[in-house]
């Protein structure tokens, strides 16, 4: 059965760093598509970052472009979003999710609508305290 497991938020200061995680079972992060979302209080769900899983793109959003980093590690069968520079727009839930398809890549045009993806986590929250 799949099932993905965010961990990672909490409490950061202003300027400073967090890595999430996401921890697959079930089915091995190295052959799906996987995002990044994130959901602020009122506000719509963002599509944040995207990982391929065979043709190697990576995609971001203008939000976090240039500052957060999504990568996977095999061995582990996570995936990770390193986030620096944090500011008063970044505090929300993050939500891991899935393109069920196997091999899938990221869509070139799409890719931040959650329409694509199948399993998602529970969310990890992440404050930014100025």
């Known amino acids: 059965q799949v099932h993905v497991v965010e961990s990672g938020g909490g409490l950061v200061q202003s300027g400073g760093s967090l890595r999430l995680a996401c921890a697959a079972s079930g089915f091995s992060v190295d052959y799906y598509a996987m995002s990044w979302f994130r959901q602020a209080p009122g506000k719509e769900r963002e599509g944040i970052a995207c990982i391929s899983s065979s043709d190697g793109n990576v995609y971001y959003s203008d939000s976090v472009k240039g500052r957060f980093t999504i990568s996977r590690i095999y061995e582990d069968n996570r995936v990770y979003l390193q986030m620096s520079s944090l500011n008063a727009e970044d505090p929300a839930v993050y939500y891991c999710?899935?393109?069920?398809?196997?091999?899938?890549?990221?869509?070139?045009?799409?890719?931040?609508?959650?329409?694509?993806?199948?399993?998602w986590g529970q969310g990890t929250r992440v404050t930014v305290s100025s």
């Open positions: 999710a899935v393109d069920g398809s196997f091999r899938s890549n990221c869509r070139s045009v799409g890719w931040a609508s959650g329409t694509w993806y199948d399993y």
